[in-house]
């Protein structure tokens, strides 16, 4: 640690709060970090000096609370034992840049490597950094959890209404047998059903119509409720109705910046389609005119390449 002390003393000093640390308080601080994650601890060297660096701690706080605070040596056997039982978030300690190298894009590199590192080890997704929010120009951001309710809503709403529930139906392609399975629709691979999963779907679209009435939607929409049940990020494109042309391009620049920081898109356009769930979050987000939410959808790094549909080429 006493090189990384020697990067933190110029980085840290140009921050409005700032407290020298000695080496030897250094070390008694971070005093068996190793044994936790060491993967979560990056740095990066030029001409063998290093020049940026970021460390995060996994919460073990549950497990704390769980030992009363009492890590004894049998404690600690006990959380090395269950790495993986504390490897659900990860907390942020300090990052920095050496002044004379700052702007040059080594933090997010840094950022991009720690996060695949975060999921390798089967950390929860979090947040958006704020340097990426920043950068879509246009959005609204909330919490995943903050909508849960309107998902649910607007779900209950598109899974009742005979229209949407054939257009969806229409739309899908829940068993390879499908005459349309690799030309293009929406696949079971593609929403990562299984064989049971898919026949049950197949079955309850198919006879919409009776078990509408017996509480299909419920149903329905309660199988969707994880979706936002996660630390994650919902982005709402908001905009002028007349320059769709233009907020489309925006989107797809969005949707190209995400990419390429290792994010995925998961459209929650149903929000926006029933005006309930529309007007409630256009007043959540203080928007005058709910017409002007264009765009609804989550955000995060997913755990694995996701299954593509296939798409008719002309």
């Given amino acids: 640690m006493t090189r990384h002390r020697l990067n933190l003393r110029p980085s840290g000093q140009r921050a409005r709060q700032y407290t020298e640390i000695s080496a030897d308080r250094l070390a ?9 994650d060491e993967a979560l601890l990056l740095y990066l060297t030029k001409a063998h000096r290093p020049i ?10 549950a497990f704390v609370a769980d030992t009363r605070g009492d890590l004894h040596p049998l404690n600690q056997l006990r959380l090395l034992a269950t790495r993986s039982w504390c490897r ?45 929010a920043d950068r879509l ?32 139906r229409a739309w899908l392609r829940l068993t390879p047998r499908h005459p349309r399975y690799r030309l293009d629709g929406l696949t079971d691979r593609a929403l990562e059903l ?6 049950g779907l197949r079955a309850s679209l198919a006879l919409h119509p009776v078990l509408r009435r017996l509480g299909l939607p419920r149903v329905l929409a309660a199988a969707s409720g994880g979706l936002l049940d996660h630390d994650g990020d ?46 409630a979050l256009a007043d959540r987000l203080g928007v005058a005119d709910p017409l002007t939410l264009l765009h609804v959808a989550r955000v995060g790094r997913p755990k694995a390449p996701a299954e593509r549909s296939a798409r008719v080429r002309t």
Avoid: N
């Fill in 88 to 132: 659900r978030e990860a907390v942020l300690v300090v990052k920095g840049t050496i002044p004379g190298e700052q702007g040059r894009g080594y933090m997010r590199l840094l950022s991009r490597e720690l996060h695949a590192g975060l999921r390798r080890g089967g950390y929860h997704p979090g947040r958006l950094l704020a340097e990426v």
């Fill in 28 to 36: 008694a601080q971070t005093d068996g970090l190793s044994h936790l």
């Fill in 234 to 279: 919902v982005l709402v494109l908001v905009g002028p109705v007349t320059e769709q042309v233009e907020l489309g391009r925006t989107l797809m620049r969005h949707w190209l910046t995400l990419a390429g920081l290792g994010h995925t898109t998961h459209p929650l356009s149903q929000i926006i389609d029933c005006d309930r769930t529309r007007e």
């Fill in 52 to 61: 940026a660096f970021v460390l995060c701690l996994p919460d073990i706080s």
């Fill in 194 to 199: 299984g064989a049971a999963q898919a026949l």
């Fill in 137 to 168: 120009t246009g959005v609204r951001r909330l919490a995943c959890r903050d909508l849960a309710g309107l998902l649910r809503a607007a779900d209950l709403h598109q899974f009742g209404d005979p229209g949407v529930t054939r257009e969806l």
